[in-house]
């Protein structure tokens, strides 16, 4: 399975990681995009520091996940992410925040992101994306409509508390789970209601 996982400017990081760590783990080959917004709050909610260069981040995002890995640039248009004639099975954009919205639902492609994110649209492929913002405005409900419309999956990053959360990465999981399951990768991260 080829997965594309862009990473925007949201807060959510760990939500990205758990879901970097379930892709390798299934064995799938994976393109990950981060913007630098995306940079900046990875930076800033796993490694405690902001300022941390680009590329100590994107390093220690992926780990060891290395081979299975590989990191393409904003700008990079030649990724095989930037054409609908590349084969690819998912789109992921976690986080995904409104302004990525904003940008996908007014068809613009101005990042590999983007671009990654409209092909999965237009070629009918699998797009789940990962909003967090609170409290929401009418543009930002528009642009969430018509991305659904398009065939998204919008999946926002909210966590429920009914299977017994304890931890802060109990929430993690759950909304890592519930993206998996959308990629059809299985998981047992979280216990099934009614198991
Ligand atoms: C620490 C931090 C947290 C942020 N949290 C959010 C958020 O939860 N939702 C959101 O839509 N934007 C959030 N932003 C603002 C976006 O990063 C900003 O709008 C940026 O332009 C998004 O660009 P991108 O979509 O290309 O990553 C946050 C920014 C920072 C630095």
Same mark, same amino acid.
């Given at each position: ?36 917004? #995306? ?5 800033? %909610?796993?490694?405690? =520091? ?16 290395? %081979?299975?890995?590989?990191?393409? =640039? ?16 998912a ?56 991305? =659904? ?7 926002f990053?909210?966590?429920? +508390?009914?299977? #017994? ?7 993690? =999981? +759950?909304?890592?789970a519930r ?15 009614? %198991?």
């Amino acid at each position: 399975m080829r997965v594309f996982l862009g990473i925007t400017g949201a807060s959510g990081a760990p939500y990205a990681k758990g879901i970097l760590d379930g892709l390798v783990g299934s064995g799938a080959e994976v393109g990950i995009c981060a913007s630098s917004a #995306g940079i900046e709050v990875v930076a800033t %909610e796993l490694y405690g =520091d902001a300022a941390l260069p680009r590329e100590e981040v994107l390093s220690r995002f992926v780990g060891s996940a290395g %081979e299975a890995v590989t990191v393409y =640039d904003v700008q990079d248009w030649k990724s095989p992410y930037a054409s609908g004639s590349a084969r690819v099975d998912a789109y992921v954009v976690c986080p995904c925040s409104m302004s990525t919205v904003g940008t996908l639902a007014s068809g613009a492609m101005t990042n590999l992101i983007h671009r990654a994110a409209s092909v999965a649209l237009k070629e009918r492929r699998k797009l789940v994306l990962v909003p967090r913002e609170t409290p929401l405005s009418s543009i930002h409900l528009r642009g969430l409509a018509t991305l =659904d419309e398009a065939g998204a999956v919008i999946l926002f990053a909210a966590p429920g +508390f009914y299977h #017994g959360a304890t931890s802060l990465q109990d929430l993690v =999981d +759950f909304v890592v789970a519930r993206c998996l399951d959308q990629l059809g990768i299985d998981t047992s991260l979280v216990r099934r209601w009614g %198991e």
